[in-house]
């Protein structure tokens, strides 16, 4: 009897270990995650063709890694643009992530865009693609069924075409990392509905990859009624960014975005520049042309921004508690550009919440946000609602503790 009890908890033990390495239903770890996708990553990058553009790459990532940085996420992303005329984004295990130019132009605003891709991180957060291959028995992705996804790129099955309660997961993911990012979940739901008319209309609009997965109005309906009961209600960022306009006016009509000229082609891409902006106090949030492009948090209160287009620009920087400090600067080609900055503390008023959550959201950390509580107090109180909202945003602990002592 005791012999059997404890081969019974090897057993447990063995599970325990098991399922914390690879995650619940999954023959396949983390590192064989990223393994794997890395190899079918190769493939796909020749077989396809790549956008060149520094500028419309940057702004993709930038974008997907604020989706990444507010999703629970543990292996790291990669976005690059692949030059087609087709919707569609192929997400692979492992974190690499490939977005049409077929979809930015078809997409009306910046928040459309996003949700496409955080339902595609949510995919692969959620690790779907191992966890189907392991219910369905796949120990070798290889030996499972493809899917053409151009004529010269199969995938496996499991990669492109996921079960009705994947989906649905990826859909309640999706929308909470783009709420935490800043955007309204409302344009992923409207986006995909606009989709589905196009597809409709002109079939093959879509990708292969991309028509596996449709939005029946089941899925609409049950998003749109998450959002409404999950997520609290906020102000949320204009939909439309001058950055995002002016990068889709650089695709011509067949969705492929200007790059450096071959023989006989006169189109070039214009030598990008850079802007290394030093702020004092440190920490402080960095936005071009309201694009938030990330937090100056270096030791010397740096944030380097890479592959600008040459041009007019308005940077403005935020933090909690000072005054918003705003310059004009116009950028030449291959130039580096310094930006030097003091903000001013904006007197005894304390913060506010969305002042928090803002800051929360874009990266500041709950320690440099606590230390700006003490320095400044706040103007709310900390009830369930407020709370919640913080939490959302990626507070801890240890600043709501600091929050309740700055009210008493």
């Known amino acids: 009897m005791k012999a059997a009890f404890a081969l019974a908890l090897l ?3 063995f599970l325990v270990q098991a399922t ?5 239903g999954n023959w396949y770890s983390l590192e064989k995650d990223i393994r794997v996708g890395k190899e079918y990553a190769q493939m796909v990058e020749q077989s396809v063709k790549l956008n060149q553009n520094p500028v419309l790459n940057e702004y993709v990532n ?6 990444v940085r507010n999703s629970d996420a543990k292996v790291p992303f990669t976005f690059r643009v692949i030059d087609s005329d087709e919707v569609g984004v192929i997400a692979l295990p492992g974190g690499f992530v490939y977005v049409n130019t077929g979809l930015i132009t078809a997409a009306d605003e910046e928040a459309e865009l996003a949700g496409v891709m955080s339902h595609e991180i949510a995919h692969v957060a959620a690790r779907h693609a191992t966890r189907q291959a392991t219910r369905g028995q796949i120990a070798n992705l290889a030996s499972g069924p493809l899917v053409l996804v151009n004529e010269h790129l199969a995938l496996p099955l499991t990669f492109v075409a996921f079960s009705r309660g994947f989906e649905t997961e990826a859909d309640y993911l999706g929308v909470q990392y783009m709420y935490k990012a800043g955007y309204n979940p409302q344009a992923f739901v409207s986006f995909f509905e606009k989709l589905q008319a196009k597809e409709k209309k002109k079939p093959g609009t879509l990708s292969k990859a991309f028509a596996t997965h449709p939005q029946t109005p089941d899925r609409i309906e049950k998003t749109q009624k998450e959002i409404a009961e999950i997520l609290p209600p906020r102000q949320f960022a204009p939909a439309a960014t001058a950055e995002f306009e002016r990068l889709k006016q650089e695709l011509d009509h067949s969705g492929v975005t200007a790059r450096p000229a071959t023989v006989g082609e006169s ?12 702020a004092q106090p440190g920490g402080v949030q960095v936005y071009l ?3 938030f492009k990330g937090i100056s948090s270096d030791p010397e209160g740096r944030l380097r921004i890479e592959g600008l287009a040459p041009g007019n620009y308005q940077v403005r920087l935020t933090l909690p508690g000072y005054k918003q400090w705003k310059q004009q600067i116009t950028l030449a080609g291959g130039e580096t550009l310094p930006v030097t900055a003091k903000l001013e503390p904006a007197g005894p008023k304390p913060l506010a919440l969305e002042e928090l959550e803002e800051g929360l959201k874009n990266g500041i950390s709950s320690k440099r946000m606590g230390e700006l509580v003490k320095q400044f107090g706040v103007d709310f109180p900390l009830t369930d609602e407020t ?9 801890d602990d240890t600043l709501l503790l600091t929050i309740t002592k700055s009210k008493k």
């Open 387 to 395: 709370e919640k909202r913080l939490r959302a945003a990626n507070a």
């Open 20 to 24: 914390a390495q690879t995650g619940l």
């Open 267 to 278: 189109k070039t891409v214009p030598q990008v520049g850079q802007l290394i902006v030093e």
């Open 11 to 13: 057993v447990l033990l």
């Open 62 to 67: 930038r974008i997907g890694q604020n989706l």
């Open 289 to 291: 042309d309201d694009a």
